[in-house]
């Protein structure tokens, strides 16, 4: 038997489950079988089309970057990559060989090709975020995962339990807790954070306040990195609270690097990374 994280199988299956490759309209191989297979096992799909390859030796940063890789104006000094940040040539030529090579032959790509290479997309980005594959989902924009993440933990919440946000969360995000609390019936309070922030202990005091003044607290909405003001929030927080449910929204970064997650779910959106967790520490 292999033990791993992607879970329990005998040898016999998990060959089998590696060599499979009959996906088609009427009977398909397992997806899940795909990503729950051990690396040394898995065998992916062959890519049918070139794709660009990156050195970060070669980058130099500034115009020379912005020339080489984007299509921006050179009239124009962009510094507002967060909120529309544009594409790089590479991407977008990558994006229109993987158009052709679809139509030349839909059938076949969608639906022999598709989910095989799905399958080996989802297990790359669980390798970089060091994630399992099978509980890691991939969803068409960032809207769709936020969506998701907040209805699923909201939706069995009654009229006395309560959401806190900050005056500091994203405007798209507040809009959706408060529309979910109308459907559903529980209360939303902002937290209001004061400017000049001296120090992180600023922050987990407002929050520690509005726990205080609010006991029906079910779950807390923070922005990592908040997009209006620039900001980091901790990720520490106080250990007495920690049986309360912590929503980040938090740009793309390598976790296992810089952070130790306690049972942490991960839902990939695309531009950002949601992650719910009842306990965390920086390293």
């Given at each position: 038997?292999?033990?791993?994280?992607?879970?329990?199988?005998?040898?016999t299956t998990?060959?089998?489950?590696?060599s499979?490759r009959d996906?088609g309209?009427?009977?398909?191989?397992?997806?899940?079988?795909?990503l729950?297979?051990?690396?040394?096992?898995?065998?992916?799909?062959?890519?049918?089309?070139?794709l660009?390859s990156?050195?970060?030796?070669?980058?130099?940063?500034?115009?020379?970057?912005?020339?080489?890789?984007?299509?921006?104006s050179?009239?124009?000094?962009?510094?507002?990559?967060?909120?529309?940040?544009?594409?790089?040539?590479?991407?977008?030529?990558?994006?229109?060989?993987?158009?052709?090579?679809?139509?030349?032959?839909?059938?076949?790509?969608?639906d022999?090709?598709?989910?095989?290479?799905?399958?080996f997309t989802?297990?790359?980005?669980?390798?970089f975020?060091?994630?399992?594959?099978?509980?890691?989902?991939l969803?068409?924009?960032?809207?769709?995962?936020?969506?998701?993440?907040?209805?699923?933990?909201?939706k069995?919440?009654?009229?006395?339990?309560?959401?806190?946000?900050?005056?500091?969360?994203?405007?798209?995000?507040?809009?959706?807790?408060?529309?979910?609390s109308?459907?559903?019936g529980?209360?939303?309070?902002?937290?209001?954070?004061?400017?000049?922030?001296?120090?992180?202990?600023?922050?987990?005091?407002?929050?520690?306040?509005g726990?205080?003044?609010?006991?029906?607290?079910?779950?807390?909405?923070?922005?990592?990195?908040?997009?209006?003001?620039?900001?980091?929030?901790?990720?520490?927080?106080?250990?007495?609270?920690?049986?309360?449910?912590?929503?980040?929204?938090?740009?793309?970064?390598?976790?296992?690097?810089?952070?130790?997650?306690?049972?942490?779910k991960?839902?990939?959106?695309?531009?950002?990374?949601?992650a719910?967790?009842?306990?965390?520490?920086?390293?």
């Amino acid at each position: 038997m292999n033990r791993s994280r992607y879970g329990t199988k005998s040898r016999t299956t998990m060959d089998a489950a590696a060599s499979k490759r009959d996906f088609g309209s009427f009977h398909s191989s397992n997806v899940e079988e795909l990503l729950r297979l051990p690396e040394e096992v898995y065998q992916p799909p062959k890519i049918p089309v070139d794709l660009p390859s990156f050195s970060s030796s070669d980058l130099k940063f500034g115009r020379e970057a912005k020339e080489a890789h984007f299509h921006l104006s050179a009239s124009w000094t962009f510094i507002n990559h967060g909120a529309f940040g544009a594409v790089l040539k590479e991407a977008l030529a990558a994006a229109a060989v993987w158009q052709v090579y679809c139509e030349r032959q839909p059938l076949r790509f969608l639906d022999r090709e598709l989910l095989p290479l799905l399958a080996f997309t989802t297990r790359r980005l669980a390798d970089f975020i060091d994630a399992t594959p099978s509980e890691l989902a991939l969803v068409p924009n960032v809207t769709t995962g936020i969506n998701s993440v907040i209805r699923s933990v909201c939706k069995t919440f009654s009229p006395q339990d309560s959401v806190l946000i900050f005056n500091t969360t994203y405007g798209a995000v507040k809009k959706l807790v408060r529309t979910v609390s109308e459907e559903v019936g529980f209360s939303v309070h902002e937290l209001v954070i004061h400017f000049p922030l001296h120090s992180h202990s600023q922050i987990l005091e407002t929050l520690e306040s509005g726990l205080r003044e609010h006991e029906s607290v079910k779950l807390v909405i923070a922005d990592h990195i908040s997009s209006n003001y620039g900001i980091i929030f901790p990720v520490k927080v106080g250990s007495e609270h920690n049986t309360l449910p912590l929503l980040y929204l938090t740009v793309c970064r390598r976790w296992r690097h810089s952070v130790i997650l306690e049972g942490l779910k991960f839902l990939w959106t695309g531009l950002m990374l949601l992650a719910l967790y009842q306990s965390a520490c920086v390293i």
